[in-house]
DNA sequence: CCTTTTCTGAAACGTTTGATTCAGAATAAA
DNA sequence: TTTATTCTGAATCAAACGTTTCAGAAAAGG
């Protein structure tokens, strides 16, 4: 019966998910989110919603990739260390190599002590992650790779938290070895 | 040879950091913080500054803060292993307590990634911090109350980042308990 | 006291903000 | 093709933004 929308969704989001990370909620102002979307505020507010729902679209957005990304990786049939060592390798090479550090982090501090539905988002992400450890410590223990006094709940939401304070670290520092060493020495720690 | 300044210049930034602390550097407007302040923005700009320079000013004072802390703790003369537990407790006990979490980690990065000043003081900071830790590392070493391959500075690095992420962690899930037990878990690794 | 310098408070600056309006273009269904 | 509906783009909204202005109050030095 009518007119159907001319934009990709998906696309915006994705577009404007790179303003957000870059520049912050509070940072990025309409106009540089519809400029990067390429799309007029009037569609923003038909389709979407308001800067606030957007924000929350692409937080979500975000952690959806990551989600898919866990769910890749355990679905390895490799040995479970091994696909955790490897995990933390790519982890440390983001952290490197991503100018604007991390998405979830960024909007953890930012807007989950005041926004509830981006804490709510960020939270249930956090939980995945940690299952996603501890479903790989609990692996790595069965084949015999660790042997470890600790419950893989508590290991597994201390390796998580363990290098949130790794993206800080390399916005304050930007040296790629300190946190390959703290790599490394983690690494080795589980090992244990 | 005329009038002084009426208003009290510490107070001011100590009241401004609070505003910032909760809101962040583009969540607090100018008249939040001359509100809080109780002064008037002509007598902000006329001795202080710009926005971005009373900023600057707050997260210098909030790392200052932290500084004195560190010279007092250092100059305990009990054991060293002693001093850094406390320490670790006490960081424990500001993580759940403090509503607004960590100033520095939210300047880290809401703006550390576009002021260089910012970063240079959250650098100098988190320096300072580091160094703190590996000279109480090296005490607990030499009175042997601590055995390590490690070096101090991998150590005090690798520390020092961790609990980082234990704000977040606390931010998404507001449980105590979970970052008591990564603390008891911290320092049972220490004494290994 | 008077003079000189400085600080304060209220008002307003131009700009940018997030958000809305609406005429007209577009298109799916009848 | 017509009709009914919906989407788009440009213009615009009021409010809030960071910042500046300036008259007048305040006070230290002579």
Same mark, same amino acid.
């Given at each position: 019966?009518?007119?159907?929308?001319?934009?990709?969704?998906?696309?915006?989001?994705?577009?404007?998910?790179?303003?957000? #990370?870059?520049?912050?909620?509070?940072?990025?102002?309409?106009?540089?989110?519809?400029?990067?979307?390429?799309?007029?505020?009037?569609?923003?507010?038909?389709?979407?919603? *308001? /800067?606030?729902?957007?924000?929350?679209?692409?937080?979500?957005?975000?952690?959806?990739?990551? /989600?898919? *990304? #866990?769910?890749?990786?355990?679905?390895?049939?490799?040995?479970?260390?091994?696909?955790?060592?490897?995990?933390?390798?790519?982890?440390? *090479?983001?952290?490197?190599?991503?100018?604007?550090?991390?998405?979830?982090?960024?909007?953890?501090?930012?807007?989950?002590?005041?926004?509830?539905?981006?804490?709510?988002?960020?939270?249930?992400?956090?939980?995945?992650?940690?299952?996603?450890?501890?479903?790989?410590?609990?692996?790595?223990?069965?084949?015999?790779?660790?042997?470890?006094?600790?419950?893989?709940?508590?290991?597994?939401?201390?390796?998580?938290?363990?290098?949130?304070? #790794?993206?800080?670290?390399?916005?304050?520092?930007? *040296?790629?070895?300190?946190?390959?060493?703290?790599?490394?020495?983690?690494?080795?720690?589980?090992? /244990?």
């Amino acid at each position: 019966m009518a007119r159907n929308v001319e934009f990709n969704e998906a696309e915006a989001i994705q577009k404007a998910m790179r303003v957000f #990370w870059e520049k912050g909620y509070h940072g990025a102002s309409l106009r540089d989110l519809t400029t990067a979307m390429q799309i007029n505020s009037s569609s923003l507010y038909n389709t979407i919603g *308001d /800067k606030e729902e957007l924000f929350v679209r692409c937080v979500q957005h975000y952690t959806d990739l990551r /989600k898919q *990304d #866990w769910q890749l990786r355990l679905a390895s049939e490799r040995p479970a260390l091994e696909v955790l060592v490897e995990y933390i390798q790519c982890a440390v *090479d983001i952290i490197i190599a991503e100018e604007n550090s991390c998405l979830a982090i960024k909007a953890a501090f930012e807007m989950a002590t005041s926004d509830e539905r981006v804490r709510a988002i960020l939270k249930a992400d956090s939980e995945y992650g940690e299952a996603f450890l501890r479903e790989l410590l609990r692996k790595a223990v069965a084949q015999g790779a660790i042997q470890t006094e600790e419950s893989p709940e508590l290991l597994a939401d201390y390796f998580n938290s363990t290098w949130k304070g #790794w993206h800080e670290s390399y916005i304050l520092h930007k *040296d790629p070895i300190r946190i390959k060493k703290m790599a490394q020495y983690f690494i080795k720690q589980i090992g /244990k």
